[in-house]
């Protein structure tokens, strides 16, 4: 492997620095600073950041030339505010997310590839002439995200087929004084923070080509820092969304084609070609551009334990057996209100996991995923772990609970979304959900409201929604499965079999679809001439898979 392009397991400051928090708010106070009148250096922000070494790479210096020297500390900035400038640019062959910070979203950010991006966008806005680099290349994908993917992909085709092509995502020591960041997994030349920072770098480029805007406005107002996140979701929390729109299909594919072209004619790069045929570079861009749309723009971003603040598990936790085959939805009803920001969200997964864990006694949060209205999924207990949350049906399906009471209203079209065209697609094209599964609400599984009202009436259009028939006495309404057991016995009846109820009346149950509205009957007889097999045994849940929420 080429040394440029080792990666590392953490990021860590330098200890006793007293260096602000590696978060994007830092970064904004900084670029404000230095965008100031005394700033004390020629160029933009962009091009000081390409002196540090923020885009280092052989294609980013084709594109955008060599960079320039690197001046002394700006006045307007402290020595502090400097060191950690100095630090999240500075080129390191060794971790390239050195660069990371933390926005207000919850997601990490490289800076070197966000900078580079907007870099192109400022130099195209001022009428900057098409690089000169054989073959053509859109500068601005090249400098952020396509000269990493090919050459990660590259990178692959010689090794064992266990390489790490994209990824890990990772998590931060302190999210109030983020300091130290720890990927989760085997390191690639793209884990998470770069390809965010790749996104995000082709979007304000794109952006700023169309409409300059100074550099601190345009940072604050896309990820909200300071009290920008009280307002609604940043844009950032859609970067997945709006890069696949701005990209387009066959985008990313062609323009890492063409990178891989000029990377076989730059001398420091050249090597990693010798062998590599036309068609061949061909298909490994076509691989390349389809795994990180899967990855990135496809499948939803979740925000890992160790981000909201897990507790360990209590035990040991049991496996599923995957592709499961269904998939439950809750609302989570405590909290009553979705949780619309980062702080939000992670505080009440941290009171759910209390919950569950010291009042209901279990080993952890029940559910295998729960839905923000911030624009994010939070891992329980993920893919690949029992949970408990639908009681006889825990190792057959994921658990998905919506943050919020949606008993009468529904969640945001966006949260909605998240799960219905993002999540679901996505468990089925990695294998860990059947194609053909099967959806449900949790009140069809057990004696509870869950999900409520509303999101229930939502879920009977998703895809793979399953209407199951049960017993329901039209005279209250009510599912005969949401009846407890007490209900259930006969002596509600008369022993005789066409006998006068005890109470003077004979109501009639009915076995009718769960759909309320209209009530299709499929059989109308009294209850009293129902057999106890009928009447009971099969819609009881005695497996011992876990208590139901």
Not at 142 to 159: P, Q
Request: overall charge negative; glycine content about 10%; hydrophobic content about 35%.
């Amino acid at each position: 492997m080429l040394p440029w392009l080792l990666v590392a397991l953490s990021v860590c400051a330098l200890p006793g620095t007293g260096l602000p928090p590696r978060t994007m708010d830092s970064v904004v106070q900084i670029v404000e600073a230095l965008e100031s009148t005394d700033r004390g250096f020629n160029g933009t922000v962009p091009e000081l950041a390409r002196a540090l070494g923020g885009c280092g790479t052989p294609g980013c210096r084709a594109v955008l030339g060599e960079p320039p020297d690197v001046p002394p500390a700006p006045p307007t900035l402290s020595r502090q505010q400097w060191l950690l400038f100095t630090q999240l640019l500075r080129h390191d062959a060794a971790a390239p997310e050195r660069g990371a910070v933390l926005a207000p979203d919850g997601s990490t950010v490289a800076l070197g590839p966000l900078l580079a991006g907007i870099e192109v966008g400022l130099k195209r806005a001022a009428g900057w002439p098409i690089p000169t680099v054989e073959p053509p290349i859109d500068a601005l994908y090249a400098v952020t995200v396509t000269e990493a993917l090919g050459t990660s992909f590259l990178l692959a085709r010689d090794g064992d087929g266990n390489r790490a092509t994209l990824g890990p995502g990772g998590c931060w020591d302190d999210v109030d004084d983020p300091q130290n960041y720890t990927l989760l997994g085997p390191p690639s030349p793209i884990p998470d923070a770069i390809a965010n920072g790749a996104m995000d770098g082709v979007l304000l480029g794109a952006h700023l080509a169309r409409a300059p805007t100074p550099l601190a406005d345009l940072l604050r107002d896309y990820y909200g820092t300071g009290n920008g996140t009280e307002k609604g979701r940043p844009p950032s929390s859609y970067r997945r969304r709006d890069f696949g729109v701005l990209t387009g299909p066959g985008k990313l594919e062609e323009e890492v084609a063409a990178m891989l072209r000029v990377l076989r004619v730059l001398p420091p790069t050249r090597e990693l070609l010798e062998d590599v045929g036309p068609e061949e570079a061909v298909a490994i861009a076509r691989q390349a551009a389809q795994d990180f749309t899967e990855v990135y723009v496809e499948c939803p971003a979740i925000v890992p334990r160790c981000m909201w603040g897990a507790r360990p598990y209590r035990g040991t936790p049991r496996p599923l057996t995957l592709p499961l085959g269904s998939v439950y939805i809750h609302h989570t009803f405590i909290p009553s209100a979705p949780c619309r920001t980062f702080t939000a969200c992670a505080r009440a997964m941290r009171a759910m996991q209390r919950f569950h864990q010291d009042t209901r006694g279990w080993d952890d949060i029940g559910y295998s995923f729960v839905v923000g209205s911030d624009g994010y999924l939070y891992q329980g207990r993920g893919w690949h772990w029992v949970g408990a949350h639908t009681r006889g049906y825990n190792s057959k399906g994921y658990g998905v609970g919506y943050v919020g009471d949606f008993s009468v209203t529904l969640p945001d079209p966006d949260a909605i979304a998240l799960v219905r065209d993002r999540l679901l697609p996505c468990a089925v094209r990695t294998g860990r959900l059947h194609r053909n599964y099967t959806l449900r609400g949790h009140r069809q599984m057990g004696h509870t409201d869950c999900p409520g009202n509303s999101l229930f009436r939502e879920i009977e259009t998703w895809h793979g929604f399953k209407m199951d028939t049960t017993l329901v006495d039209p005279s209250l309404g009510r599912p005969w499965f949401r009846w407890t057991p007490l209900w259930w016995t006969p002596a509600w009846v008369d022993p005789g079999l066409d006998g006068p109820w005890s109470n003077g009346c004979q109501p009639r149950w009915t076995l009718v679809h769960t759909d309320p509205d209209p009530m299709v009957a499929i059989t109308d007889w009294p209850w009293s001439k129902w057999t106890p097999a009928q009447r009971m045994p099969t819609l009881m849940d005695t497996s011992p898979e876990g208590p139901q929420p």
